[in-house]
């Protein structure tokens, strides 16, 4: 654990720049609004470590799959994020030197992210000699106009004289990833164009041998300031402005820079592109710099009056749940339907920018409780128009139907481990509940009666393919896979995989009595295929336990060594960072949830033994290696009533990057894992869930704590969730009354109603 | 299948040139001496494909372990055969124009491979315009002075007019290796000289990351011609001698190059490899072309004396027979300790050089037989040396004892697969059966009793340390292996591993009480561990199914869908070529013999029955997509008298490269597997077992076949086999009288006993 920044609730703040925490530093002043975003990597130049990442959402390259052996059906290559051209440059110069945060003397300085208005703020004062000049630079990537990023600056001459104060701003395509192979860029420099006041420059990725796409990046910087445009050098990669001028004792001066970014994902020609940028920039220069921030401050005002979540009495908890919901807003509002979730955002390149599974588990249930249906619905939709990649990985694995990809940019598997990409199949089975999810929260069947369907025919036809018939047992098997615990590998009848296999099955069949004559024939499914998935319904195999009365994590578990993961020694922990793999696969001890993960799924499925028997197995057993893995086991504790150990379940995620838990947080956020500190407090602590069309809570509020508020969405109502020692208070804020369960009990809600 | 070399029975001769199968012409016409070798690459230009590679045993090079997804306790790096520098190479030139047959009008083509000489023969006549000249290219590798390369040429003037060769002789280190990253170079030249008449290079592999050494190459190359030398250029990477001369019509000149070859594996210092390999050209610069040929024909006269196996009947069994015994000799003939069989001895670089438990399992009864039992010993101690790298394996794993390496060059394990790596752990079991091998098959337990111990007993840490006790099972168990069908990963209790890991510890356990008093101290043996030895002997669990008969190959095979191979359309033959890697997994097909593997190494300790229902249930699910497996199938079908079947199983095997039935001899040969013809022959056809210190036999004649004969060495006897149709006649050619057991009867061979 190491917490650099200051507990706040609306800010994530620090007035220390400490070379050795810079990159953390960065992660966590990352910003973004879900077209594009960058790390809190500084515009000026600084001479020491830093790891500088600007992304833009959909903007990849596919890199050759390298590996130590090839297996069949591997794929052809690994989508990698590309590091964008850097529009954000602006070296700064006094009396002609350059400033360098790494060397100049420095003091009051103030790195600050206001997460309720999304900009993140800047100051500092800079010593060279005798002259003394204080910045605050405030920047934010536009919430209201996705292709503007904005830099302000306010110089004010501390000195006694008058200082020169220079700047130098760039688009710079001189930019690597940081695991580039030999040096290896991505952008080549289409043209440039420049005035004194302003510059831009077309950049495409370059050539790849997988007939992927190449992106177009346009950029237009535009300068507005009092100081003097000034001849710039020309360079190969680089568009550069400079603007100087002289600052009179105590004289404050201002600088804006503001970048218009497009690309070819939103223009079918080069011209198009060109034009819509000139548009842009035409539109956007006529604006002030205070009208900018004002729209971009607007739309994160609305958001966080349906979304803010109150914690009174844990500071440290207000700010972890707040940072949390900020950063998934930066990644993904649900504008674009071609893009998702990926696991680090806009915050850092590894695992960079592609999608995972984790946006159904964990992205869906958040997203459809705190933003307009239809933003669910377009994380939907991302899977549906990736149907033809998802039918792609199953042939590649010679099997019928579709599979989504573990991780994928396009659809199309790029992951290339054979026990992830051709085992951890469980992944389709979260794609059908998302779906699921969807519709039993919203109410409403058009998404799956129309699209839907489609889906979870293609995922049904895959499990049924891949299932085989044991004759010694007369049941359906699923042999060969890695459940959600991939602290197993290629094992037999994963319990959690053959749940989800079945429940497919059957909600596809269900679903089927639902869709249009014509939906059906569109489909082309036989009688015999429905009858197939009816026997496999009927006669799957699910290893279990009378005696100790659990579902078997697969078939061999219980012959395992079953000692609990408080056994191992703190100096082995993690263990994925002290033991062989061999090691691991053959503990006991379980990454994430993996049959807890069904009962999550499905929790008024099963009873409350069933539930509690599982549990007092399966946690102690777990050493919640997955970011992905205290959420759930939060949820369920809470309704088993372990109401400590839901608090510290949910310890474990809301500050997993404020206060660096993983010591992995230099290489950006755990963006899809932010997830989790709400689905502990909301499905948690306040017991939410959707029964028979009804929404339902049953909170209580953590000791420590002294009240918790928080906002949904349901079905066009939007409810304030009050809970405090006394009880609970549900306010209707807008839209028609409800009836919902409280307690147990059920009542209409039409203002408010309290149960204290 | 591809066939193309003539069938002969002492010759692989081919009259045809066709570029398309020059690869395949290369890997069948290898040489070597156990020392040095190389593929049947022309020594001059040749501008079609071609794979050049030329091999020093043990001179190798450590890469870094290149990989998708890094695991905890991969090897820093892979160690990779290093293409030495090219000594070999005489370009040609007629009336001063390149000879190059890629291009050349040529005629009268042959090469000839001369399997009872060693000597590799090519001859063609080359026509340039009315110039017409013959070439006759004889070359070995001495096996009578391993240093010692030679290639004499006769050049024959068929014109009628004068020609002017040249030959341009060259000591060249400008190579690489075929799978070289980014043009990567593994020599540096340290010094060269050169004389009209000669030259000589001192190279050194180049510097690396990981502290293993750095070989050095000395080479001195010698002529002796009557063309007249002349003036070379100087290049950077080689040394060059040309020599001219005139032939008249129908004149035949003669010109030799002999390479002495001398590496820092022989010589403490570079001073003492300078002043040895001067030494050795001093030597052998005084002998005829006719007397170095002379003692290296004697040495494989000698070899085929006590090793040869004559077929009667059938000319390509005849020819595949020999093929592999002189493949394996020109591999290994024990001369080096510190030496091993590589997978691809000196005919390619792919697997190149490395060791692997091929050895143990398939080389050492074959090395037992024909060869002096110092051979097979030298074997032996190879893993003796190697135990500390044993040790440092295991704690890669965090476990104690010794687990011997899947792949490696001096001990260190540098594959990296995990679930080869980290599980195909029962190769340790395979080194502690070599030494109970060579204790039965000699009758001298002096290694056992001295260094045959300490492996045995560090092997058998090893194990204690590895097996688990299942609580609920109350027995001990092995999980997450991958047993010798590789076509299962990370399964439990797969049956062979286990069988080997309680034998181990058994015969450790029994071979403890024959060491001296001194060498148990040594071992530092506590009673506890002793006691828990004997408690995992009497309470390891193996899978098995009564009502089959069965052992279960690992506690799920069972569930699988048990179809038998023959129901796999013969396009997707072979599956590793087909089928993705979790389709192969979750199949039943066996790659190669597993359960049955235990059962062929204690074939004496089965039943008849156990043996029947064993193979009848397991050889139909056998895919032999592995080279090592037909010839265990061959014996125990030989055992249970299934005659046609281990005809069957003899035959994939006896030509496996000469017939290029897995189309991928073009990389090499497939020299461990090469054992197993002979295996096939004796074992099998002929049944020779070691039951109780006697030697038995019990032979069948394949149908096709008139008459096999063969020797074998069996403790200080030398013993022909005669069979035929009638029966089976044993000859002493050499030694005491003995007692052997013929056809189940006891019979004492003092000069030849017959069942005829």
Redesign the interface.
């Known amino acids: 654990m190491k917490r650099i920044f200051e507990v706040n609730p609306w800010h994530v703040v620090s007035h220390e720049l400490v070379p050795t925490d810079k990159r953390l530093q960065e992660s966590m002043t990352s910003i973004g609004n879900g077209y594009m975003g960058m790390r809190g990597m500084f515009e000026e130049h600084y001479s020491n470590d830093s790891l500088k990442g600007i992304y833009i959402g959909g903007v990849w390259y596919p890199d050759k799959?390298?590996?130590?052996?090839w297996?069949?059906?591997y794929p052809d290559y690994?989508g990698k994020v590309v590091n964008a051209v850097n529009f954000i440059k602006v070296n700064l110069t006094i009396d002609g030197d350059q400033v360098d945060l790494a060397k100049d003397e420095i003091s009051d300085f103030t790195v600050d992210l206001d997460m309720h208005t999304g900009v993140l703020r800047r100051s500092f004062i800079v010593t060279k000699g005798d002259k003394r000049v204080q910045f605050l630079i405030d920047r934010f990537v536009s919430a209201a106009q996705k292709e503007l990023f904005d830099v302000h600056y306010s110089v004010h001459n501390l000195s006694a004289e008058p200082v020169q104060i220079g700047f130098i701003s760039q688009i710079d395509a001189d930019v690597f990833n940081e695991d580039a192979n030999?040096d290896e860029q991505f952008w080549q420099v289409l043209d440039k164009s420049h005035a004194v006041t302003g510059g831009s420059m077309i950049a495409e990725t370059k050539p790849n041998d997988f007939g992927t796409p190449r992106f177009t990046l346009g950029m237009q910087m535009l300068h507005q300031t009092d100081f003097r445009g000034a001849n710039a050098p020309e360079t190969e990669k680089a568009v550069t402005n400079i603007f100087r001028g002289t600052l009179a004792a105590d004289e404050t001066q201002n600088f804006e820079k503001r970048v218009i970014v497009v690309t070819s994902r939103d223009y079918d020609s080069l011209q198009a592109l060109r034009s819509g940028l000139a548009k842009l920039s035409e539109k956007l220069s006529g604006a002030t710099y205070e009208d900018l921030l004002r729209a971009h401050e607007a739309v994160w005002a609305k958001r966080w009056e349906l979304a803010d979540v109150v914690i009174d009495g844990d500071d440290a908890a207000q700010q972890g749940i707040r940072f949390n919901l900020f950063q998934l807003f930066s990644t993904y509002y649900g504008e674009d339907k071609r893009l998702n979730l990926g696991p680090k955002g806009f915050t850092g390149e590894k695992y960079g920018g592609a999608t995972y599974w984790d946006t159904e588990a964990f992205g869906v249930p958040f997203y459809l409780s705190l933003a307009k249906p239809q933003v669910t619905e377009n994380l939907l939709e991302y899977r549906y128009n990736q149907l033809a990649g998802a039918f792609h990985n199953a042939k590649?694995?010679?099997l019928a139907g579709a599979l989504y990809p573990m991780v994928t940019f396009n659809g199309i598997e790029c992951h290339?481990?054979?026990?992830i990409t051709?085992?951890e199949i469980h992944r389709n089975g979260s794609i059908a509940y998302a779906i699921f999810n969807y519709t039993r929260y919203t109410g409403d069947d058009t998404y799956l009666k129309t699209k839907g369907i489609d889906v979870l025919t293609a995922i049904s036809r895959f499990w049924a393919d891949r299932v085989?018939?044991?004759?010694?047992?007369q049941m359906y098997?699923i042999?060969?896979v890695t459940g959600p615990n991939e602290y197993e590998?290629?094992v037999?009848n994963n319990w959690y995989t053959n749940f989800m296999a079945r429940w497919t099955l059957e909600y596809t069949l269900a679903s089927l009595k639902k869709v249009t004559a014509d939906k059906r024939t569109d489909l082309n499914i036989s009688a015999d295929e429905l009858a197939k998935w009816q026997d496999i319904v009927d006669r799957m195999y699910f290893p279990h336990d009378d005696k100790l009365g659990i579902f078997v994590q697969q078939?061999?578990f219980?012959?395992?060594?079953?000692k609990p993961a408080s056994s191992i020694p703190a100096d082995q922990r993690p263990i994925?960072?002290?033991?062989?793999?061999?090691?691991i696969?053959?503990s006991p001890y379980i990454k994430q949830a993996d049959v807890l993960q069904g009962i999550y799924y499905f929790m008024d499925r099963f009873t409350p033994e069933q539930k509690k028997a599982n549990f007092d197995f399966y946690e102690p057993l777990t050493v919640h290696e997955s970011s992905l893995s205290p959420a759930v086991h939060a949820v369920l504790a809470a309704d088993l009533h372990y109401e400590d150990k839901a608090v510290e379940m949910y310890q474990r995620t809301a500050r997993l990057d404020l206060d660096n838990y993983n010591n992995d947080t230099v290489d950006g956020l755990h963006i899809t894992s932010m997830t989790g500190s709400w689905l502990a407090i909301v499905q948690g602590f306040a017991g939410m869930r959707v029964r028979d069309d009804t929404l339902a809570f049953a909170p209580f509020v953590p000791k420590a704590w002294t009240h918790y508020q928080f906002h949904v969405n349901f079905r066009g109502r939007l409810l304030k969730v009050d809970v405090d020692q006394q009880g609970t208070t549900v306010t209707l804020v807008s839209g028609e009354p409800l009836t919902i369960e409280l307690n147990g009990q059920s009542v209409a809600v039409a203002d408010t109603v309290s149960t204290k």
Do not use: A, I, P
């Open positions: 799959t390298r590996v130590g052996w297996k069949n059906g690994f030999y590649q694995q010679g290339n481990e054979w026990e051709f085992e085989h018939f044991s004759e010694r047992k098997m042999h060969g590998n290629n037999n078939d061999t219980l012959d395992k060594d079953l994925n960072q002290h033991w062989s793999w061999d090691h696969l053959r």
